[in-house]
């Protein structure tokens, strides 16, 4: 007759045998929550916001969402028809390790949310093998944000049909960043800033992500403690 006592072997044999069932299970029900919260949610047309998404191990954009009111209000005051600037967290580690990071951000992309990441090595590597990142050569060679000191990061794509292999400015290295530490959001060192697809607002978004990195180079954000 099987030993049916609940004790702590018996536990421990049970998961041993059901972990990855249960790790499935979960993760679908974060998938699901995660759609029905993306479909039901109130929200500003994507064409009138600029979305930006932290995407790592550890992060808080608390003190990223304090600066964003002022970056939509010298939006606004420029003339431009944006009605939200917002910072949203998306926890993502080793996806060999983190299946629901890794479905969360292919969520995301394909419903088209985000307009900029701020991305961890491993998030940067799943966007990259997704294809899913705008090419910023043209961008940066007209002088985006080359008073930050931020280096190019390359990737190849391969034409299907042709076979041809190309190389494209896929990201901007944060390592200069180091405000973003500073005010315990991210971990910009060794982390990527880029731009996925389709990039419908991009003129804004570019625009938007200007005036993020000006507040984090100007004085101590208001809650920070020390001096620089």
């Known amino acids: 007759m099987p030993d049916i006592q609940l004790n702590a072997a018996n536990l421990k044999e049970h998961l041993r045998k059901y972990f990855v069932i249960y790790a499935v299970v979960i993760a679908l029900c974060a998938l699901l929550t995660n759609l029905l919260w993306l479909t039901t949610r109130p929200r500003v047309p ?27 209000s010298q939006l606004q005051a420029e003339g431009r028809d944006v009605r939200d600037v917002s910072f949203e967290g998306l926890l993502f580690a080793d996806p060999e390790t983190d299946y629901t990071g890794s479905m969360l951000l292919m969520t995301r992309l394909a419903t088209g949310e985000g307009d900029v990441f701020f991305a961890g090595q491993d998030a940067m590597d799943a966007l990259l093998r997704a294809g899913a990142l705008l090419p910023l050569d043209d961008i940066v060679a007209g002088g985006w944000l080359a008073e930050y000191g931020l280096e190019p990061c390359y990737a190849e794509t391969t034409d299907e049909e042709t076979g041809e292999t190309t190389s ?34 991009l003129e804004d978004t570019l625009r938007a992500t200007e005036i993020v ?11 920070t403690d020390g001096a620089e």
């Open 46 to 72: 994507s064409d009138k916001a600029v979305l930006f998404y932290l995407a790592d191990s550890a992060l808080d954009v608390t003190p990223l969402n304090e600066l964003a009111p002022d970056v939509l």
């Open 213 to 223: 990195f000006e507040k984090l180079t100007e004085a101590p954000h208001a809650g």
């Open 168 to 201: 494209f400015l896929a990201g901007l290295r944060l390592d200069p960043m180091d405000r973003l530490i500073e005010l315990n959001a991210f971990q910009n060192r060794g982390a990527y800033l880029a731009l996925p697809y389709p990039g419908e607002n």
